[in-house]
């Protein structure tokens, strides 16, 4: 079984400019979740969706930040324009509802 | 944003040893403790978890100890071997709902 896949891996942008990472969770998992991980912490939970409901994005930065998951399936999160400190590993989880996270590998961030 | 504390950042064991990693929180409402293991450029990758509903779980080498009156839980590692060499963190969910540590870098010497 295909894990979550993330794309690209590896972003690095000048400040101000746009970026958005893709995210392809598990096939029939319905809720997925954006992480952002600075280097050093833990992920720390952007958005949260329920098929293609955002059930909980209190800690998205709605001023820069924005999240898309049309159909249900795969998602797309998107900032614009970038910081310095959005400089960080972006991580997609997924999951069946209440079990357990899948993750992706990630995309790392670079904001120059 | 940070609900649950993890102790110590870093470990340094030898080949064979225990390796311990301890977690608290605060949250009552908290369900499900989780703990994920992550290699460089990997995302996390769950390795055990428990419910507060019993107060011990082994699989392996992996045995998580958890104690609900102190609001603790932690990971032991029996037997580490340098394979173990990761971060590792603990979790915590609340209607679900992830918190997580910060981490413990573990480095197993052989």
């Known amino acids: 079984e295909a894990g979550v896949v993330q794309s690209p891996r590896y972003k690095i942008i000048e400040k101000k400019q746009p970026v958005a990472f893709w995210c392809n969770p598990i096939?029939?998992?319905?809720?997925l979740y954006w992480y952002r991980q600075n280097l050093g912490q833990g992920p720390e939970l952007l958005i949260r969706?329920?098929?293609?409901?955002?059930?909980?994005d209190s800690q998205l930065p709605k001023d820069r930040f924005s999240a898309e998951r049309l159909k249900g399936v795969d998602s797309t999160l998107k900032i614009q324009p970038a910081e310095l400190g959005d400089s960080a590993v972006y991580l997609c989880?997924?999951?069946?509802?209440?079990?357990?996270?899948?993750f992706g590998p990630g995309t790392r961030l670079t904001v120059l | 944003q940070q609900q649950v504390k993890q102790s110590p950042q870093s470990l340094i064991v030898q080949k064979g040893g225990i390796s311990i990693i301890n977690c608290a929180y605060e949250?009552?409402?908290?369900?499900?403790f989780p703990w994920y293991q992550q290699f460089p450029g990997k995302g996390p990758a769950l390795l055990i978890a428990?419910?507060?509903?019993?107060s011990e779980k082994k699989e392996g080498r992996f045995t998580i100890s958890f104690n609900k009156s102190a609001k603790q839980f932690s990971l032991h590692i029996m037997d580490s071997q340098p394979g173990d060499s990761a971060t590792y963190f603990c979790?915590?969910?609340?209607?679900?709902?992830?918190?997580f540590g910060a981490g413990t870098r573990l480095t197993v010497k052989p």
């Open positions: 989880a997924s999951s069946l509802v209440e079990d357990t996270q899948y």
């Open positions: 096939s029939g998992h319905n809720t």
């Open positions: 969706y329920e098929n293609e409901e955002a059930v909980d």
């Open positions: 949250n009552t409402a908290f369900d499900y």
């Open positions: 428990i419910r507060p509903d019993v």
């Open positions: 979790a915590a969910r609340d209607n679900n709902d992830m918190r």
